[in-house]
C-alpha cells in the first residue's frame, strides 16, 4: 500500500485558485444581477450574438430620437404660448386701434397702445429657451428682432428716413400740417410697406432666417418645428405697431394723416391676427406629429426591449441566489485558507 502525501500548502494553493475561480464567477454574476442580461453576450449566444446587437443598436436609435422629440416638443410648446401672447397684445392693440378710428380715444392714448405693443412684441420675439432664440430660424444664437425704440436703432433711423425722402421735409416740421389722407396713405403703401412686407425687412428689422429648423422625429420622418420672425402676420403687426409709435409722435401731422394712419394700422393688425392663427395652427400639426411619432417609436422601444430580453435576458432571482450562494462559498473558502495556514509541524510537535 502506498502512501501520499500531503502537504499544507498544496491544500492552501488549491484553495486560492478555487477562491480566484470563484471571485470571476462573482462578478459575472453580479453584472448579471444588476443588468438582467448575461455578462458576455458573445458566449451565451455564439452565433446569434449578431442579432442581439443589431437589436441593441436599434434601441439606441430608436431611444436617442426619443430624447431628441422631448426637447423639439419642449421648444413647440414654447413657441404656441409665445404665439398665444402675440395674439393676446395684436387683440388689445386692435381695441385701441378701433377706438381710435370711431373718435372714442385720443391720439396719446392710441400712440401708447402702439408703443406697448412694439415692446410687448419685440420682447416675446426674442424669447430663448435652453439657450436658443425661439423665433431667429436657423440662426438660434441670434437674437432675431431688433428693438425699434433703442437709440441708433436701423430700422427707426430707415423709418425715419423714407419720410423725409417722400415728404421732403421731418415729422415734426411744420409743413406736416399739410400731408392729406391720400399721401399718407400712398407713403405707406410705397415707403412704409417694403421696410416691413419687403426686402428691407430683412437685416434692418430681422436677423432670423426664413429657412426654418427642420428635425428628424422618427427613423424616416422630419417635420418643421419652430417659428420664424419673418411670418407674414409678424411683420403687420410690427409695421401697424412703428406706423403708430412713430408716425403720432409728432403733434404737427395733420389730423386727416393721422387717421389715415389709424386706419391702415387697423387693417393690418386684423391681417395679423389671422396670420398668427394660421401660424399657431401649423405649429400645433407639428406638435401632434412629434406626439404621435414618440408614441409609434415608444411601442417599438417595448418590441425591441422584449426582443432583446428574450435573447439575453437572465432571471433577476437565479443571478441573486447565485451572487449569494458565491459570496458565502467565497467567505467560507476564505476561512478554511486562514485555518490551513495555521497548521504547523513545529505547532504540532510543541
Do not use: C
Request: net charge negative; hydrophobic share 40%; no cysteine.
Amino acid at each position: 500500500m502506498k502512501a501520499t502525501s500531503v502537504s499544507s500548502a498544496a491544500l492552501s494553493n488549491a484553495m486560492r485558485y478555487q477562491q480566484m475561480r470563484m471571485q470571476a464567477d462573482l462578478v459575472k454574476a453580479t453584472k448579471e444581477s444588476s443588468t438582467g442580461q448575461v455578462a458576455d453576450v458573445g458566449l451565451a449566444l455564439g452565433g446569434r450574438t449578431t442579432q442581439a446587437v443589431t437589436f441593441q443598436r436599434d434601441l439606441d436609435r430608436l431611444n436617442g430620437i426619443i430624447d431628441s422629440n422631448a426637447l423639439v416638443a419642449a421648444r413647440l410648446t414654447s413657441t404656441q404660448d409665445s404665439l398665444g401672447q402675440l395674439s393676446d397684445v395684436a387683440q388689445s392693440f386692435l381695441s385701441a386701434l378701433t377706438s381710435a378710428v370711431s373718435g372714442d380715444s385720443s391720439t396719446s392714448i392710441t400712440r401708447a397702445a402702439g408703443a406697448s405693443a412694439l415692446q410687448q412684441m419685440t420682447g416675446i420675439l426674442n424669447t430663448g429657451v435652453n439657450g436658443e432664440y425661439l423665433f431667429a430660424g436657423t440662426n438660434t444664437d441670434v437674437k432675431p428682432i431688433d428693438d425699434f425704440t433703442s437709440t441708433g436703432s436701423p430700422a427707426k433711423a430707415a423709418f425715419d428716413a423714407s419720410f423725409v425722402a417722400y415728404f421732403g421735409f421731418a415729422q415734426d416740421d411744420p409743413a406736416a400740417a399739410s400731408i392729406t389722407a391720400a399721401q399718407m396713405d400712398d407713403f405707406i403703401t410705397t415707403s412704409v410697406e417694403p421696410q416691413f412686407l419687403g426686402a428691407g425687412w430683412q437685416g434692418t428689422w430681422s436677423n432670423a432666417t426664413d429657412e426654418q429648423i427642420t428635425s428628424r422625429i422618427a427613423l424616416n420622418e422630419t417635420t418643421e418645428t419652430s417659428v420664424s420672425a419673418n411670418e407674414e402676420g409678424i411683420r403687420k403687426l410690427a409695421m401697424a405697431s412703428a406706423m403708430v409709435t412713430s408716425l403720432l409722435s409728432s403733434s404737427t401731422i395733420s389730423q386727416a394723416a393721422r387717421t389715415a394712419v389709424t386706419s391702415r394700422a387697423q387693417t393690418l393688425v386684423g391681417e395679423a391676427i389671422g396670420g398668427l392663427v394660421q401660424v399657431q395652427s401649423e405649429a400645433g400639426l407639428a406638435q401632434k406629429r412629434v406626439s404621435d411619432a414618440t408614441d409609434r417609436m415608444k411601442t417599438q422601444v417595448d418590441l425591441f426591449e422584449k426582443h432583446i430580453i428574450d435573447l439575453v435576458g437572465v432571471d433577476p432571482a437565479e443571478a441573486a441566489t447565485r451572487v449569494a450562494d458565491l459570496t458565502q462559498h467565497i467567505e467560507t473558502s476564505f476561512a478554511l485558507t486562514a485555518r490551513l495556514q495555521q497548521l504547523s509541524l513545529l505547532n504540532y510537535l510543541t
